[in-house]
């Protein structure tokens, strides 16, 4: 629009020049009337046909199907897991299981009684004495021992120094101590058992003291495992 504004203006500046620059009439003898002062006739513009703005549809918003969340159900309450201390340990005492007392396959067997127990006990005591003095008296004056005699004496560990079922914990370990010391001084007296199983000899007067030592260390215990004995109910 402003640019037609200007194409007219500029017309019109040409129009008025044109008008302005013509040369003057001729005179004539005769008086002519006054010609018409020219004038700038200004016409009008040109409508021109301006295209109205259309009207431009405006998108509308097309229904958007919003979705309504349904009830969910609010989450149930979850059971949290607490720790819960746990005891102490409990100490337990497992009694570890008690050695086998030995006894030879001659052995008499007896049930257990505290009495009879402390009189095999002080059986032990008094047949070694009685032993190991007889073969000092070898030792220190000489002569011959007898076998009848040894066998007597050995057959009263093997056999006759009783054994015991079914013994309660409380008398065990004496009475396990008593089986050990018999089994022990049985074995002390070996080299006095070959003589006589061969039908008599001799043995050295070192292996009779070896044996005296050894018969007067199981006297010794024997009368300790009497004192402990002696306060078994």
């Given at each position: 629009?402003?640019?037609l504004?200007?194409h007219?203006?500029?017309?019109?500046?040409?129009?008025?020049?044109?008008c302005?620059?013509?040369?003057p009439?001729?005179?004539?003898?005769?008086?002519?009337?006054?010609?018409?002062?020219a004038?700038?006739?200004?016409?009008?513009?040109?409508?021109?046909?301006?295209?109205?703005?259309?009207?431009?549809?405006?998108?509308?918003p097309?229904?958007?199907?919003?979705?309504?969340?349904?009830?969910?159900p609010?989450?149930?309450?979850?059971?949290?897991?607490?720790?819960t201390?746990?005891?102490?340990?409990?100490?337990?005492?497992?009694p570890?299981?008690?050695?086998?007392?030995?006894?030879?396959?001659?052995?008499?067997?007896?049930?257990?009684?505290?009495?009879?127990?402390?009189?095999?006990?002080?059986?032990?005591?008094?047949?070694?004495?009685?032993?190991?003095?007889?073969?000092?008296?070898?030792?220190?004056?000489?002569?011959?021992?007898?076998?009848?005699?040894?066998y007597?004496?050995?057959?009263e560990?093997?056999?006759?120094?009783?054994?015991?079922?079914?013994?309660?914990?409380?008398?065990?370990?004496?009475?396990?101590?008593?089986?050990v010391l018999?089994?022990?001084?049985?074995?002390?007296?070996g080299p006095?058992?070959?003589?006589?199983?061969?039908g008599?000899?001799?043995?050295?007067?070192?292996?009779?003291?070896?044996?005296?030592?050894?018969?007067?260390?199981?006297?010794?215990?024997?009368?300790?495992?009497?004192?402990?004995?002696?306060?078994?109910?």
């Amino acid at each position: 629009m402003r640019q037609l504004l200007v194409h007219i203006l500029i017309a019109f500046s040409l129009v008025f020049s044109a008008c302005t620059m013509q040369a003057p009439a001729m005179q004539s003898a005769s008086p002519t009337p006054e010609a018409p002062t020219a004038t700038a006739t200004i016409e009008p513009p040109t409508a021109t046909l301006t295209p109205a703005p259309t009207d431009t549809p405006t998108e509308q918003p097309t229904s958007t199907a919003t979705l309504i969340p349904s009830d969910t159900p609010s989450p149930t309450a979850t059971a949290t897991a607490t720790r819960t201390p746990l005891p102490p340990p409990t100490l337990t005492f497992t009694p570890s299981p008690r050695p086998e007392a030995p006894v030879f396959p001659q052995t008499i067997m007896h049930p257990y009684d505290s009495n009879d127990f402390r009189k095999e006990l002080a059986e032990l005591v008094s047949f070694n004495q009685k032993f190991v003095a007889s073969l000092q008296d070898l030792v220190n004056n000489g002569g011959t021992g007898s076998c009848n005699n040894f066998y007597s004496y050995r057959n009263e560990l093997i056999v006759s120094q009783a054994g015991y079922n079914d013994v309660p914990d409380v008398a065990y370990n004496a009475y396990y101590q008593y089986r050990v010391l018999v089994h022990e001084a049985v074995g002390l007296v070996g080299p006095i058992t070959a003589v006589c199983d061969a039908g008599g000899g001799t043995i050295t007067i070192e292996q009779d003291l070896a044996i005296i030592a050894g018969l007067t260390s199981v006297i010794g215990r024997a009368q300790l495992v009497q004192a402990e004995a002696a306060a078994l109910p």
